[in-house]
């Protein structure tokens, strides 16, 4: 009896001893999970605080280049709540620039980059020269490293190394010497051309160094590459900066820096005076620039091209120099809405811009030197040339009011 006593109480001992290991068990279990969890939720609000201090730190910069968009590279630190994010704004490339915030609290990391680019037009020039109705006239030596088009005659004694198309029905070429083909309705004596196709019921009494063909269709007229919305959108760009009532003037080897702006009077640079273009400058009237000056567009602008425009005449000479930011693909676009044959007159040894006019002519001679010429009407004569830069097929300007900018995309990493 004894003996079944013990077994019995050794037996509920031993229950109860399992019993307050399995309790102990759950309870370290449970202790456990929860630590588990308070440290999961602990480094989860780290995580999110430091993702929260990196945004803060993308909108700073937004904000400080929403006030200057033109500002330089910039690295800094800033302190959101306990977490702390490093800022990164690079120089402009391209046009954008991939901002970068790296937010940290307690160990825990957070990047996060946004794409900021500034809106574009896109703007193509195929062609050396790009010429209207008003035709082409070339003379003295005058020569195109580059493709023509021209909805007018061409006619003269100058050299044109690649090809020519003539557009509509009557038009024709005579007198130029032609190092590649051309399509035209006529090519009349004294022109030299390789092969030549020109339209039934036109005369090809030129000389042709290759194969003469016929068709019948007459050859297609395109429109000038820029529309007059974009014009008036870089105009209203300039309005958007700054104001200048009357006239300004950048004289006797002065350096200053504009844009973007418009000026309701005249533009003079003169003199070995140099201005630097950080925006899209428009003239109400006329611009001259003269004497060794130098246009050129602010760093800032990276591949962008900028412009330089007016409604008056636009008059450079004397050994001018016009640069783009250094970078490849950009370039000084010179453009005159005015519509005289006389809105754009460029002399004396300038080189290095794109000339532009919507309506009116441009006059190129004494040793100019140029990347594109387009207009209604354009002559050129005394050893002018203009050498043709691939980069044009694909030329990109800041575009909308004061060259606005854009978030292209904003993510983490």
Known sequence: MTAKTNQKGYAVSFVALFVLVLMLTIALSVGSLNLYRQKAATTSIMATQSYYAAEAGIEDALLRLKENPQMPAASYSLTAGNASTNVNIPAI??????????????GMIKNIQVVYSQDTQNVNFYYGIEVGEGGLQMSNGSVVLGNVFSGGNITGTGTIDNDVVISGNGHSISGIYVGGNVLAYSCLTPANVGSLTYVQGGAHTCKVRGTTEVQTEEISAQPLPIPQSQIDDWKSSAADG???TGDYSVVNKQKKSLGPAKITGNLTISNQATLTLTGTVYVAGNISVSNGSTVKLSSSYGSLGGVLLADGIISIGNGNNFFGSGQEGSYVLVLSTNTSDSAIGVSNNTEGEVLYTSEGGISISNGVSLLEATGYKITMSNNSSISY?????NIYFSNGPGGSWKVLSWQEQ
């Open 389 to 393: 830069s691939r980069g044009l097929e």
């Open 242 to 244: 700054s104001v200048i």
């Open 93 to 106: 490339l391209a046009g954008s620039r991939a901002i970068t915030s790296q937010g940290s609290n307690v």
